[in-house]
């Protein structure tokens, strides 16, 4: 009988270690989903070139700077730039084999030094705000609105444009490596997987090379994310991609433009909460609003009309 | 006879004295009694409902109020309701929760279809725009002399001697004609500001090409309500033609046609766009707004008349209600006069709209016939439910005719069709 307890006992601690294991590793994930579009983990094999990946441009850019490369720089992976990594790594005393991998990406990022940031001093009380700049290229912590600390990023290349809003962060992980360096942050962005994280390509900050995140030093990721929660808000200002103002603007409707028109209803005193690039409920009815107060109709053509009236036409 | 003394030593005062007898005493008694019934009739059936003065101190008041139009160069109105607020908190002790809601929310509350039991009725409400009239107003007639609003203002809330809104200003509609300085359409350049114009001088300029929207609510309104017209087949049609032959075939989007000089006038043009058109002119160029003009030979401007409506039956929260209805309909007029070139409601005010509209004398005197000879009352839910839908129904089939997509017998076929599906209940 005591025997039994015994087993019965164990079996449990047992499930429950399982279950805790499990939880911390969701908790953790060491791969997330939201950013394998614009972030391969996978290696850059040279046996199936030519290949085009987001990462053959800072792989490109890397190794025109140490004097490895001298082609275009763009993000196909061909045999010009698999003879300049094998080259690189023979220089570093790796396999020259041209695959691209962690350890490649390591020893491409050596000697870059973190430029020393500004001792901002203890973080004050007060509600913590992000904003990021992608015309300066910089991330700044606002404390109740005032600047506390800024870092310098890498954003959106101009093929991917780091989407311009207010998002707020969904969700937050830990020792992610690879391309996310050692912290990522998600944000709500509703057309695409978008956060901000850290790189194991340092070389890029104070660039446009991500395919729409926020890249940060390691360093100051590491610190961005013990300061900030989910739910921290996250505005994100600066270059727009070419928008289609003649796109149908219906309930449900998400995008960059809906972002600007969002803008515009604030701007003329009809605010709809955060600029979040949904066409939801609230905005909906504070374009109804507005349209009924320029004595409009309802539906397309109204939008339309506002569109001209908050001038976003040819933005 | 004289009567008794009062006092030690003497009197100061002497006065006479009715000597009491049985009879006299009855007498006394009963007429204090038929005075005493007929003071609680008066103050029953007379107009003085809510007394002078309430102790308001434990009033909250719901107020609904509507978002205004923020405009680059012109004074933040939500401000200015804030700061209202804050000094009838200050001076009352009343308490007020103001929401900034939607017209559409505004709207279902007045035509009675705002889901009662899930929020809260408020005690105060600005009506809109386009405003109606509602079972749940209250007659404010008591707190409020119509007599200082301009008749036209006072007239549009009245029905059977109760005024049922506090007027706040006069939101005219009209056409938006461009004109070059010194050209065909250009208006009068200031002077003789103040004097009677001569016979024929503030004649209405007549755009050529008009762009016009068929979808805006206020496009067969503006024709057929400010005339009296009815909302029948022949007079929607003869309308139709009208606008195909002055103003133009249909442009499916009358701002860009506007914008690149396609149409020098627009149609339907209301307070709110107009201030937009006006800060967007050239200098040397300019727009004026004259009334619609229609087949129906009435050269008037179609207007609302918006107000703060009291929603709560009598005491303390009433007088309170209505006392801050006064004071924002006030200073929404004010606001609207300065900044949207309206006609506040208060006569006393009237200053404002002459020295600050920005428009002219002829521009102003052309509003203020108008309103002068406006016969404009508030319409019921029901009609007003009804004009809407009417509306609704007959948008496409005036779009397609003034496109030239249908033939006018079309045109009559679906009129009649649209008529006969929106009947009155």
């Not at chain 1, 104070?206 to 940060?216: I, Q």
């Not at chain 2, 200098?283 to 929603?311: K, M």
């Not at chain 2, 016969?375 to 839910?381: D, F, S, V």
């Amino acid at each position: 009988m005591r025997v039994r307890r015994r087993i019965l006992a164990a079996v449990a601690i047992g499930v429950l270690v399982l279950v805790s294991i499990a939880a911390s590793g969701a908790a953790s994930p060491q791969n997330p989903d939201f950013v394998q579009r614009d972030e391969p983990t996978e290696p850059l094999i040279p046996s199936r070139v030519p290949v085009r990946r987001n990462d053959v441009y800072d792989l490109k850019v890397r190794l025109a700077e140490l004097g490895f490369y001298s082609g275009p720089i763009d993000d196909v992976y061909d045999e010009a730039a698999v003879n300049a990594v094998k080259a690189f790594q023979k220089s570093y005393w790796l396999t020259p084999d041209g695959v691209v991998e962690s350890t490649t990406w390591r020893a491409l990022g050596h000697g870059i030094v973190r430029p020393a940031t500004v001792d901002a001093g203890p973080v004050p009380d007060g509600i913590i705000e992000i904003e990021v700049d992608t015309i300066t290229l910089t991330l700044t912590v606002l404390v109740d609105g005032k600047p506390w600390k800024t870092y310098p990023i890498a954003g959106g290349k101009w093929t991917d444009l780091t989407p311009v809003g207010e998002w707020k962060i969904v969700d937050k992980g830990y020792k992610v490596g690879g391309p996310f360096g050692s912290r990522w942050m998600a944000l709500n962005v509703p057309w695409g997987n978008y956060g901000i994280h850290g790189t194991d390509r340092p070389w890029s900050i104070g660039s446009y090379a991500s395919a729409g995140c926020v890249r940060m030093f390691n360093e100051d990721i590491e610190e961005l994310y013990d300061l900030v929660d989910i739910g921290t808000r996250v505005r994100i200002k600066g270059y727009l991609p070419p928008l289609d103002w003649d796109r149908p603007f219906t309930y449900g409707t998400e995008g960059q433009e809906v972002v600007l028109l969002q803008e515009g209803l604030r701007r003329f005193g009809f605010d709809a909460g955060p600029c979040d690039g949904i066409l939801g409920e609230k905005t909906e009815a504070m374009l109804d609003d507005m349209a009924s107060v320029f004595g409009f109709g309802k539906g397309r053509a109204a939008v339309r009309d506002l569109i001209t009236i908050m001038g976003l036409r040819g933005r | 006879m004289a009567g008794r003394l009062h006092g030690k030593g003497g009197s100061r005062w002497a006065y006479p004295l009715p000597r009491r007898t049985k009879g006299s005493t009855r007498r006394f008694t009963c007429s204090l009694m038929v005075l005493t019934i007929a003071a609680l009739l008066a103050s029953c059936l007379g107009r003085p409902e809510v007394p002078d003065t309430y102790d308001l101190r434990n009033v909250r008041l719901v107020v609904w109020d509507a978002l205004q139009v923020k405009f680059p160069d012109s004074a933040d109105y939500s401000e200015e309701v804030s700061r209202v607020i804050q000094e009838f908190c200050r001076e009352t002790g009343a308490t007020v929760d103001l929401r900034y809601a939607e017209r559409r929310e505004i709207l279902d509350l007045l035509t009675g279809t705002y889901p009662k039991d899930t929020t809260e009725v408020p005690h105060l409400v600005f009506s809109g725009e386009y405003p109606v009239l509602s079972d749940r107003l209250e007659d404010v007639s008591h707190a409020v002399d119509p007599d200082i609003f301009l008749d036209a203002a006072a007239n549009y809330w009245t029905r059977d001697g109760k005024l049922l809104g506090i007027p706040a200003f006069i939101h005219w509609t009209g056409t938006a004609v461009k004109y070059q300085a010194g050209g065909e359409h250009a208006p009068e350049n200031g002077e003789g500001e103040g004097r009677d114009l001569e016979e024929g001088e503030a004649q209405v300029p007549r755009p050529s090409r008009t762009a016009y929207w068929t979808d805006s609510p206020l496009f067969l309104r503006c024709a057929l309500d400010v005339s009296g017209m009815e909302w029948g087949a022949e007079t929607v049609l003869q309308y139709a033609e009208w606008v195909r032959e002055n103003y133009g075939s249909f442009h499916d989007d009358p701002l860009s046609a506007w914008e690149h000089g396609l149409a020098d006038a627009l149609y339907p043009v209301n307070p709110y766009l107009y201030k937009w058109l006006e800060a967007r002119e050239e200098e040397g160029s300019g727009i004026t707004i004259v009334p619609p003009g229609t087949h129906f030979d009435d050269d008037r401007f179609y207007y609302t008349v918006p107000a703060y409506l009291v929603l709560c039956e009598g005491g303390a929260e009433k007088a309170a209600a209505v006392e801050l209805g006064r004071r924002l309909a006030k200073s929404l007029g004010r606001w609207a006069a300065r900044t949207l070139a309206c006609v506040p409601a208060l006569v006393d005010d009237m200053s404002i709209f002459n020295l600050e509209s920005g428009f002219d004398y002829a521009e102003r005197k052309r509003i203020w016939d108008s309103v002068v000879t406006g016969e404009a009352k508030a319409p019921e839910a029901a009609e007003y439910l009804q004009v809407v839908s009417l509306a609704g129904a007959l948008e496409a089939p005036l779009r397609e005719f003034l496109s030239g997509r249908i033939s006018r017998q079309d045109l009559e076929g679906l009129i009649h069709e649209a008529l006969s599906r929106n009947t009155r209940p």
